[in-house]
């Protein structure tokens, strides 16, 4: 059979379907404020510019107050950030362990650590399928909400088929519960596996619930420290769990208002390519892409290793213009909300703010998708290979990405070594490489 290019070679109805970035003209208000005598509105700050800018042009006054289900308020992270060089999450996190007192035996860390992250590392195993998220059966209403979307926006990306998610406060912290006893105990050891046909594993969608206020990341935090000190959840899965919610979920926050709306422009790297069909469901033979990309369209769900190292992973390599991996993930996740997702793509996934957010681009060859996961056991491409026609993508575009920006690269000491990996191979196989990931790319 022909063999269909590793960037995909059709484009989904759905494609552009929906852009969360465009703007309809704002509806005038003035008709039901006077129906209501209405002299003020109040609300709660919204997570998106683009909504606090709506509100601002209400044709009456509005009184924005800010959003309490979080650790920190707006001015507590610009205190924190004020003067420093460097915004790393660590220091934040070791502040906001100590003014929550969670995991703090006295002034210090539970385990004498702060960060278990070496430990939480292992590669996917089938052992790991013992336990999954809590599922809902949908009710009347939620099944009443399906049907309209299924008959306004039926031929979106995306799938209406299986809704296993809670939508009330109370079937939420059913799932929290569920998460605490039966899969926060293996975690930490696990919460970077990637498996196929296997969207969970140990992760407990719990994103989803806090992000829409469900759950407060107070009471997700305090359950599981409550089962670490009970002996039930050891401490690298206790710490782990927590880390994400107290320390990246906050600090994500904090840098999404302190950096304001022209944040979503960077793009450091100068990287101008169109998002790849395979993205919105077109046909690739990369078992990893094929594998996140599904199941982001059949439960708006992946971990955070599927987004990062997978699809985030390639965009990057691929030179994808960041503001259209943003776009795309604020469109596919149902816990993408823009001050969460944004600085997560732009600083973390695509490095496109050049080195704000994090210390080094998160790019990796297919040595690593093939060490987290089992996603390359079948693939037609050999992630041995760096180069040819059956060569694994990932390995190709790697040593292409590093070669295209060496000079920014190699001023990272933590892409030095990279760096110098790539210009002491043999001419001859750097211009094999760069020739394989322009034919990925031309595909």
């Not at 552009?16 to 039901?32: K, M, Q």
């Not at 979503?264 to 046909?283: F, H, I, K, M």
């Not at 030179?319 to 969460?340: F, K, Q």
Request: overall charge neutral; proline content about 5%.
């Amino acid at each position: 059979r022909a063999r269909r290019g590793p960037l995909g070679v059709r484009r989904t109805r759905a494609c552009a379907a929906w852009h969360p970035s465009r703007r309809s003209p704002a509806r005038s208000e003035r008709s039901r404020c006077d129906r209501s005598r209405a002299e003020e509105v109040v609300a709660v700050e919204p997570g998106e510019w683009r909504l606090i800018d709506a509100l601002e042009a209400c044709p009456v006054g509005v009184r924005m107050v800010e959003d309490d289900r979080f650790y920190a308020s707006h001015k507590r992270f610009e205190d924190w950030a004020d003067g420093r060089k460097e915004l790393r999450m660590e220091w934040f996190y070791r502040e906001m362990r100590r003014e929550s007192g969670l995991l703090m035996e006295g002034g210090d860390p539970a385990g004498g650590k702060w960060n278990y992250d070496k430990e939480n590392r292992k590669p996917a195993e089938r052992s790991l399928l013992q336990a999954k998220p809590m599922e809902f059966t949908p009710d009347a209403i939620t099944e009443e909400v399906l049907a309209l979307v299924g008959d306004r926006f039926g031929e979106n990306f995306g799938s209406l088929d299986g809704f296993v998610f809670g939508v009330t406060r109370g079937q939420a912290r059913r799932a929290l519960s569920h998460f605490v006893k039966t899969q926060l105990p293996e975690f930490g050891d696990y919460q970077d596996a990637m498996l196929r046909d296997e969207p969970f594993l140990n992760h407990g969608v719990l994103s989803i619930y806090m992000n829409i206020g469900l759950l407060s990341p107070q009471e997700v935090c305090e359950a599981a420290e409550a089962a670490w000190k009970a002996g039930d959840v050891p401490i690298n899965s206790a710490e782990g769990f927590i880390r994400q919610i107290l320390g990246w979920r906050e600090y994500i926050r904090g840098i999404y208002f302190l950096k304001g709306p022209d944040y979503v422009a960077s793009n450091t790297l100068e990287q101008g390519r169109d998002l790849p069909a395979l993205y919105w469901g077109g046909e690739t033979d990369m078992t990893c892409l094929r594998e996140a990309v599904a199941q982001t369209r059949d439960l708006a769900y992946a971990h955070h290793i599927q987004r990062l190292m997978v699809t985030g992973n390639f965009a990057l390599l691929a030179g994808i213009d960041p503001d259209e991996v943003h776009r795309w993930y604020l469109a596919v996740y149902a816990d993408a909300y823009e001050w969460v997702e944004l600085p997560n793509t732009i600083g973390m996934s695509q490095f496109a703010d050049g080195g704000l957010l994090a210390s080094k681009p998160y790019v990796a060859s297919g040595a690593y998708i093939n060490r987290m996961s089992d996603y390359c056991s079948g693939c037609r491409y050999d992630v041995q290979s760096r180069h040819g026609a059956d060569a694994c993508p990932f390995n190709s575009l790697y040593w292409d990405f590093i070669a295209r920006h060496s000079e920014r690269l190699k001023m990272i000491p933590r892409m030095q070594l990279a760096v110098k990996n790539w210009h002491g191979r043999p001419a001859s196989e750097q211009r094999q490489i760069r020739a394989s990931a322009q034919a990925i790319l031309d595909s």
